[in-house]
């Protein structure tokens, strides 16, 4: 599907969109946060879905909020940011979290600003070796949003949380995943296809036993341990009961490889 500032297509369970403003190095519009919206809407009542690759179109990946869009000029009225941040970036992450599929954020080239932590928001972020993250965030006085201040902490420790968010120096891609900011690093030539054979893989495997790793990861910073040993019974208890455990224990037993449907 083709829209002013995205791009979508739907083929063989994998959702794929691409920010597409090249030009912009595809930084979001209240245009783009509406149709990237609204595909994520159709993706998601499309059952058929069991993955969801997100990917920018050019040389960058996304620079964040278009500043081009904010009137700064002396005099002028300053826009309520936290209403942008509310309607817009805050939602989008929760959406992506609590996706019933894996999310691949498909990294092809700088990310910065919103930019940087929507990648961070997606479950498996692979990155092309040219591509590089910056909080840029501090250098025009605001804050790492679209939770950074929350998946930096966690993903690399508040040293390395507090110099990205400080400073808004460009970490590569390399380091990124030296650091585990992200799944894996690879040469710009092998991204396309990496990203193509992990989005297969993930449309093959069990979905809802995938979606329920997804949630019970994601939950468990908020629990205890004794909680979150109750949710895993409580997962575990429930996906015993599905189709695609009936399938994989006896695709192990008959020594076949095993056909999920996801359910
Ligand atoms: O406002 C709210 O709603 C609150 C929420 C805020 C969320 C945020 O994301 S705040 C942070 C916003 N983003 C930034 O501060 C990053 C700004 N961009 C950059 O610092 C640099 O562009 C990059 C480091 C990302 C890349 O640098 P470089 O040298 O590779 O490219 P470039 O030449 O700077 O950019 C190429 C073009 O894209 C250029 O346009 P031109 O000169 O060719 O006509 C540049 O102006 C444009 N561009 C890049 N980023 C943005 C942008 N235009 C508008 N907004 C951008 N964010």
Not at 65 to 76: E, I, K, T, W
Not at 111 to 139: H, M, P, Q, W
Not at 201 to 206: F, V
Request: with cysteine; charged share 20%.
């Amino acid at each position: 599907m083709e829209q002013q500032t995205i791009l979508w297509t739907v083929h063989d369970g994998i959702a794929r969109v691409t920010l597409n403003r090249p030009d912009r190095l595809n930084s979001f519009t209240v245009e783009m946060h509406l149709e990237l919206n609204s595909a994520l809407d159709a993706i998601s009542a499309d059952r058929s879905v069991r993955v969801l690759v997100l990917t920018g179109a050019g040389r960058g990946f996304c620079a964040g909020q278009d500043l081009s869009d904010r009137s700064v000029s002396p005099g002028a009225t300053p826009r309520d940011l936290g209403e942008s941040i509310e309607k817009y970036y805050g939602p989008l992450v929760r959406r992506l979290r609590t996706l019933p599929i894996p999310v691949v954020c498909a990294v092809n080239g700088v990310a910065a600003g919103a930019g940087a932590n929507l990648a961070l928001a997606c479950d498996l972020v692979i990155a092309a070796k040219s591509a590089s993250f910056i909080e840029a965030f501090c250098r025009i006085g605001l804050i790492p949003d679209t939770g950074g201040t929350y998946f930096l902490p966690l993903l690399v420790g508040t040293a390395r949380a507090m110099g990205l968010s400080l400073l808004g120096e460009k970490l590569s891609a390399q380091q990124a995943a030296q650091w585990g900011l992200i799944w894996k690093c690879v040469e710009d030539e092998a991204l396309k296809s990496e990203v193509d054979e992990l989005a297969g893989q993930l449309a093959r495997a069990p979905t809802l036993g995938l979606a329920r790793i997804k949630e019970a990861i994601y939950s468990s910073s908020d629990h205890s341990l004794s909680e979150q040993l109750d949710l895993e019974r409580d997962f575990i208890r429930e996906l015993g009961n599905s189709r695609d455990y009936q399938e994989g224990v006896s695709a192990f037993l008959q020594k076949r490889g095993a056909h999920f449907k996801g359910e």
